[in-house]
């Protein structure tokens, strides 16, 4: 491996931001700096993460970030549903964002496994 962009969960990552960015072009304006913003920052949040955390070059930070990955990832999930719950979307329109979300936890946690130190 040469960096963080030849990890497949920052790949991954990154399809999930530009879906994110896609689907959110069509909320209303008014929300632009409300829950638009809040919900492309955390899909940002996630690969951004990764790829910080790579880059400090410690195990530990790296997990660390990892775990921070972690939770914007549930951030992200969370705007999306309530997009879905007030009318922004619907649930076929976040319904691959969020399995792929959902893959993406998964691989998140592997990487934390392997990151982790050994008993």
Not at 76 to 100: K, M, N, P, S, V
């Amino acid at each position: 491996m040469r960096g963080y962009r030849d990890l497949m969960v920052w790949q991954r990552s990154m399809g999930l931001a530009e879906g994110v960015y896609r689907l959110t072009k069509n909320f209303p304006g008014e929300e632009r700096f409300g829950l638009t913003s809040q919900t492309r920052r955390a899909a940002v949040s996630v690969p951004a993460n990764i790829a910080e955390g790579y880059g400090r070059g410690t195990r530990p930070s790296y997990a660390s970030f990892v775990r921070i990955a972690q939770g914007s990832l549930k951030e992200l999930e969370t705007h999306l549903i309530l997009a879905q719950r007030i009318g922004f979307c619907t649930d076929r329109d976040t319904e691959g964002l969020l399995g792929e979300a959902d893959e993406i936890g998964r691989m998140l946690r592997s990487l934390l496994t392997k990151l982790s130190p050994k008993p």
